[in-house]
């Protein structure tokens, strides 16, 4: 849906410089392409992110499964960590000797 709005606005930017606008044909064609490599830019970020938090999503499924990951060497489980559903963080149980350590689900494989 939001690409659909994006398409609209950008039709009605290229129809403002087109029929409303004094630019020269060289100036119409510099914006077009700034225009366009923001676009471009911000697809290719929201796809890098999306990729990022689906990776950290099935780090989290596998927690939840019980099965052991590794997070920046360290071996994290369900029997030595309590996962944070608000940040992400795996949070070390009291009593075992990773108490206290934090380790964010996104440095995990």
Not at 80 to 94: H, V, W
């Amino acid at each position: 849906m939001a690409y659909i709005a994006g398409l609209i606005i950008l039709g009605l930017f290229f129809a403002v410089m087109h029929y409303f606008t004094e630019l020269t044909k060289s100036q119409k064609a510099t914006a077009t392409g700034v225009i366009l490599t923001i676009i471009l830019l911000a697809i290719a970020y929201n796809a890098y992110t999306e990729s990022k938090q689906e990776k950290m999503m099935q780090v989290v499924v596998k927690y939840n499964q019980g099965k052991t990951i590794i997070c920046k060497g360290i071996d994290v489980n369900n029997t030595n960590y309590s996962l944070s559903i608000g940040t992400y963080t795996f949070i070390g149980l009291e009593k075992t000797p990773n108490y206290g350590q934090m380790i964010s689900a996104s440095t995990c494989e």
